[in-house]
Structures are given as C-alpha cells and as structure tokens.
C-alpha cells in the first residue's frame, strides 16, 4: 500500500537559520508531489508541486523541494527561515495508476516552530 | 472568485443527529473531494467524485454519504453523528487528476 511519511512532528529552527523538512514516499510507480502549508485554524495552502522534469522545484515563499527517485524522497527546504513561515507543513503524494484517480495521500505533517 | 466555499465554519451536534456540510466552488472543476484532519493523523480521505453523477469511496467512508448533482456543489452528509466524526473537515477541488488541490477554508465538527 502507498504511503507518505514525514519523520519530524516538530521542529524548531532559528529566524534567520535554513530549513529542511523531509518526506519520503512508498510505492514504486512514478509520483507527483506537492507540499502544502497550513496556518493554525486555516485551510491548506499549495507551496509547491512536482510532476515531471527537472527535480529541483521552486515554490512561493523562498521555498523549494528536490525529488529524489533513488531515495523515495521529496524534502522541502528554505534558506533562511522567517518567523512567518512557522505553520505547519504537509507533503502530499499522488499515483497515475488504474483505480487510484491520482488521489493523494497526506503525510502527517510537520510543525515548524521559529526562534527570534 | 469565490474558490471553494465551506459552510459552516463551526458546528456542535449531538450524538445521533445528522447534518450536510457544503462545499460549493466556481472553478468548473471536475475533481472534488472531501478529507478529514484530526491531530497527528495529517488528512485522510472520505469520499471523493470525478465529475457530477460520479462519485467514490476513499479511505474512511464509513458514517458519511456523498453525491454530486452539480459540478459546482458536493455535499457530504454525516448520517448519524458520532464522538469518533468529531474532526476538521476540508473539501478539495482540482480541474483534473494531474493537478494540486484547491482547498476551502474548512469545517471544524464538534460532536458531543
């Protein structure tokens, strides 16, 4: 069965500090990949997204992601963290395969906390 | 532009009762969905459609029905409330399957 993991519940980083959040995926076809950012007592928002081609994507808010076939993983990084940015953050995986109708499947999130 | 429009925002309902959250969205998207969100299970799927009259079962079906008559409306109905359905709830919407979610802003269910 497909899954999506994202290894960290909580992190907390330092305003100014880089950012990496990690997500790995199971399942062995080709997927496309997103992750999304949620602010508390809001809906979900689109950062970024993978489907094909060069697997280093940009996103808004400084963020990007690379797609790494070999490791299943799709890890979403930021330079420089501002307090802003602290929310938390799902990865989201979907499959082109019969029956699926590319549903995506949610990690459980990761929150991001930052430091001044 | 509306996007996707959730109503309620907030609802409290009593073992038992039965109620219709709305989704409504102006995009014409054909996809639509609707998830759960409820603390450290990220969001899960209940019921999704592929386009009006056309509608399936995701991951946690049980307790709540689905229909679309429209392309623009998908309800999703929880038949008999229970502590368990007490949860965020989100409808996504997206203009075909290769494609990212548009979310609404969500429902936030209380069942005592």
């Known amino acids: 069965a497909q899954s999506v993991t994202q290894p960290d519940i909580h992190i907390t980083v330092s305003e100014g500090a880089s950012l990496e959040l990690r997500c790995n995926y199971s399942?062995?076809?080709?997927?496309?990949l997103f992750w999304y950012v949620q602010s508390p007592g809001q809906g979900l928002q689109l950062l970024l997204k993978y489907f094909s081609g060069d697997t280093l994507v940009q996103g808004i808010k400084g963020f990007e992601a690379e797609f790494k076939r070999s490791q299943s993983s799709f890890n979403l990084r930021k330079p420089s963290v501002h307090w802003s940015d602290a929310a938390e953050y799902f990865c989201a995986v979907g499959w082109n395969y019969g029956g699926s109708q590319g549903n995506l499947i949610f990690g459980k999130g990761t929150k991001l906390s930052v430091k001044p | 532009n509306a996007g996707v429009t959730q109503t309620p925002k907030f609802q409290v309902l009593k073992t038992g009762q039965s109620m219709t959250l709305q989704c409504a969205q102006d995009m014409n998207h054909e996809y639509m969905s609707w998830y759960r969100q409820d603390p450290g299970m990220g969001l899960r799927l209940i019921h999704y459609s592929v386009g009006a009259g056309i509608t399936d079962q995701g991951e946690v079906p049980n307790g709540y029905n689905v229909s679309r008559s429209t392309t623009e409306d998908f309800p999703l109905r929880l038949l008999s409330a229970a502590p368990s359905q007490t949860s965020v709830y989100f409808c996504a919407t997206r203009p075909h399957q290769n494609y990212g979610y548009t979310f609404g802003s969500g429902t936030r269910l209380t069942v005592v």
């Open positions: 399942y062995g076809a080709t997927p496309y």
